[in-house]
């Protein structure tokens, strides 16, 4: 009740609650729900949880059915470790975004220089149909089309996650409007060096997917011993949850996994920032 009070707010939240409870019963006087109407509630409350909640929606059912506290503990205690690494892909995501969207910007200006118009006046409708420039936009195009100083804009847009290719259109801005080198000629060798770049990242991710997913594998055998003891008709939660010898064994386990997942994201980590 009072979780779907927190979710849905109100009376709105209990009443919802009273729906799931009730099974398909009448509630309030209103038309009996059905079993699909019961389906599309919880379908829509699960909708507004991410992830690292249902690490606490695991807890809670360990600690009902292994009448123990410490599931419901360990089940908080992994929600804001979750997080993190949800919002981490989020961030990683959104720079190979933005990576690929100076990507496209340098090629984009190429075109246009190879076309006839000025470096100002094609750094416009370049970063507009790229949007490689990211928040700091407006500013870039500003200075280009006011006369300020576009490699100052530049460097200063690079300090975005997954922009740092623009410090090489910065540089490649400078030589050509100071020495009059062939600003396209500089494009499509910076576009052709981030390419590389990126498709070498790619490269390694694939090369280290089969990696994570053997750790999250091997993460997960655990789990999959306890259903098993408990399909065989022993109690593994009452063993692990109320015995001094469980405790240790679940403590010891514990550490070890930890540990494991820690020195794989180690490994990994160090693989990319090597090849980077």
Do not use: Y
């Not at 408990?230 to 593994?236: N, R, T, V």
Request: with cysteine; aromatic share 2%.
């Amino acid at each position: 009740m009072s979780a779907a009070w927190l979710v849905g707010g109100g009376r709105a939240g209990a009443r919802r609650a009273r729906l799931l409870l009730a099974g398909g019963g009448v509630v309030g006087g209103g038309a009996p729900p059905g079993r699909s109407a019961v389906l599309q509630e919880w379908k829509r409350i699960a909708g507004r949880l991410h992830g690292e909640w249902w690490a606490l929606v695991a807890g809670v059912l360990l600690a009902v059915l292994g009448a123990s506290v410490l599931p419901l503990v360990a089940g908080a205690a992994a929600v804001p470790v979750l997080r993190r690494l949800r919002l981490a892909a989020l961030r990683r995501r959104e720079r190979d975004r933005r990576g690929d969207a100076v990507i496209a910007l340098c090629g984009s200006l190429a075109g246009e220089v190879r076309a006839g118009r000025q470096p100002g006046e094609a750094l416009l409708p370049a970063a507009r149909d790229s949007g490689g420039l990211g928040d700091a936009q407006a500013t870039v195009l500003a200075a280009a089309r006011f006369g300020g100083d576009v490699p100052g804009a530049l460097a200063a847009a690079a300090r975005q996650p997954g922009a740092e290719g623009l410090r090489g259109l910065a540089a490649c801005w400078r030589v050509a409007v100071d020495q009059g080198a062939g600003l396209a000629d500089g494009l499509d060798r910076l576009e052709a060096a981030l390419r590389t770049e990126r498709d070498q990242r790619n490269d390694l991710r694939a090369q280290l997917a089969g990696a994570r997913a053997t750790a999250v594998l091997l993460a997960g055998l655990p789990v999959l011993g306890l259903a098993l003891g408990a399909a065989l008709g022993a109690d593994p939660l009452h063993i692990l949850l109320h015995t001094p010898a469980g405790l240790g064994c679940l403590a010891a386990g514990a550490v070890l996994e930890g540990l494991g997942l820690w020195w794989v994201r180690h490994i990994m980590r160090g693989a990319q920032e090597r090849t980077a």
